[in-house]
Nanobody, 131 residues
């Protein structure tokens, strides 16, 4: 049984920072997998924000967050982080952690914000509000 648990959301002012965490548990979920962060604002479609490949150094970002967000991991803790700096009101959304097994290229994010391949496992989300 795979479980992803997010934490770290909250309310911040424009220009502020937050760091989200996602702890993964379950057999094999963290081996050669894509771990991604997605977000969905009310009335908007879900979009991929950042992703990484757990077995290598590959990271991927949506254009809207490049230079402001950083995805990282702690393999020993099976935890993925999303450091969010220079936050803007348009970053307000529910942020979800997701996982899927696959090669590094499958972690990529398309220009339209959709992942190259769909994810299999999802957390319940953590709310980020920027005002």
């Amino acid at each position: 049984h795979v479980q992803l648990v997010e934490s770290g959301g909250g309310s911040v002012q424009t220009g502020g920072s937050l760091k989200l965490s996602c702890v993964a548990s379950g057999e094999g979920v963290y081996n050669s997998a894509c771990m991604g962060w997605f977000r969905q604002a009310p009335g908007q479609k879900r979009e991929a924000v950042a992703a990484l490949y757990t077995a290598g150094d590959s990271t991927f970002y949506a254009d809207s967050v490049k230079g402001r967000f950083t995805i990282s991991q702690d393999n020993a803790k099976k935890t993925v982080y999303l450091q969010m700096n220079s936050l803007k009101p348009e970053d307000t959304a529910m942020y979800y952690c997701a996982a899927k097994r696959g090669p590094a290229w499958s972690c990529a994010i398309q220009e339209n914000g959709a992942p190259v391949m769909e994810y299999d496992y999802w957390g319940l989300g953590t709310q980020v509000t920027v005002s």
